[in-house]
């Protein structure tokens, strides 16, 4: 205290302004380190609070659910992107939440119906039932395919025929998104 007497006003002026900058650059410092954490630990956070956000829903309609699953499946886009591995977190949660049982096939039968890419190949669903593998040729991987409640069965045409099937999480005019119950596989339709 008397030390703080003793020093002149200029100088105590200045202790002043250096207090008020430690004081600020601590205030800041959590913004900053907010910045500088590694990309994963932004997806963790979004991904946790879309889950508190949909968990208050109390009783979710489907539009919710497939809101919720389309933000997620942006979500995994960015993640996939950047090389972060908090893509199988978000699949994890991406697969607790498939279309109802009760999907009515023709609907969604009719939303699969088009060319769709994915991150390997690209495809073409007809309203026939059929399927191939994009580009068109006579070689080229092909089959049938049908949806029965929130099921896809996909069966290759193989020696003997091989059928696949798949659980739907969603089907929009933009996104089918479907699992094996191990992986979720994404399309999505061609612009």
């Known amino acids: 205290m008397v030390g703080a007497l003793l020093i002149p006003w200029g100088e105590a002026m200045r202790r002043r302004d250096f207090i008020k900058g430690i004081v600020g650059s601590a205030a800041t410092w959590p913004q900053a380190a907010r910045a500088q954490q590694p990309v994963g630990a932004r997806y963790v956070r979004a991904l946790e609070e ?3 956000d949909y968990g208050k829903i109390s ?5 919710a659910r497939a809101d919720y699953i389309t933000r997620l499946v942006r979500l995994s886009e960015e993640a996939t992107r ?3 591995y908090t893509w199988q ?4 949660e991406i697969k607790q939440h498939p279309a109802p049982n009760d999907s009515n096939n023709n609907v969604l039968s ?9 991150p390997r190949h690209d495809y073409l669903y007809r309203a026939d039932g059929t399927w191939t593998m994009l580009p068109v040729d006579p070689d080229t991987t092909h089959g049938t395919w049908h949806i029965e409640g929130n099921q896809f069965f ?11 099937q798949y659980t739907i999480i969603l089907i929009t005019k ?8 191990e992986r979720v596989f994404y399309e999505k339709r061609f612009k």
């Open 50 to 52: 879309m889950k508190r």
């Open 82 to 84: 950047t090389s972060d």
């Open 174 to 181: 933009r996104d089918f998104v479907f699992t094996d119950q």
């Open 110 to 118: 009719i939303l699969l119906v088009g060319k769709w890419e994915s």
């Open 154 to 164: 996909d069966t290759a045409a193989t020696d003997p025929p091989e059928t696949t």
């Open 89 to 92: 977190a978000i699949d994890a």
């Open 59 to 63: 009783h979710p309609s489907e539009a």
